[in-house]
């Protein structure tokens, strides 16, 4: 029988085992990749203390106000920061399902 070795936690586990934070919850200002249906990209949840700027929604296309907590998102290829965009957390999610006719971001 081999010995029993220590194991390095996670940056989000206690000392207990248990996970800090729910498996799959996104911190603030890390980006994370995503897959899609249309298509790879990544992703930034934004907390909105530090913004003094409002953007537009592509998604309802109503205005993120200055503070709002939402999502930022580029598409995961070579160059692609330059076409990043400003949603809201619902707005991004519901993505996938909006009608005909709207693009893409």
Same mark, same amino acid.
């Given at each position: 029988?081999? %010995?029993? +070795?220590? !194991?390095?936690?996670?940056?989000?586990?206690? %000392? &207990?085992? !248990?996970?800090?934070? #729910? =498996?799959?919850?996104?911190?603030?200002? =890390?980006?994370? =990749?995503?897959?899609?249906? &249309?298509?790879?990209?990544?992703? /930034?949840?934004?907390?909105?203390?530090? *913004?003094?700027?409002?953007?537009?929604? #592509?998604?309802?296309? *109503?205005?993120?106000?200055?503070?709002? #907590?939402?999502? =930022?998102?580029? %598409?995961?290829?070579?160059?692609?920061? &330059?076409? +990043? !965009?400003?949603?809201?957390?619902?707005?991004? /999610?519901?993505?996938?399902?909006?009608? #005909?006719? !709207?693009?893409?971001?």
């Amino acid at each position: 029988m081999s %010995p029993r +070795r220590a !194991r390095r936690r996670g940056p989000f586990e206690r %000392p &207990d085992g !248990r996970a800090a934070r #729910p =498996v799959g919850a996104s911190v603030s200002g =890390v980006d994370r =990749v995503e897959s899609a249906p &249309d298509g790879e990209w990544v992703v /930034r949840n934004v907390s909105g203390a530090t *913004q003094g700027k409002a953007y537009r929604c #592509p998604g309802c296309e *109503q205005e993120i106000t200055p503070g709002l #907590p939402h999502v =930022v998102s580029w %598409p995961a290829w070579s160059g692609g920061e &330059d076409e +990043r !965009r400003h949603w809201h957390t619902v707005c991004w /999610r519901n993505r996938v399902n909006r009608g #005909p006719g !709207r693009s893409r971001y």
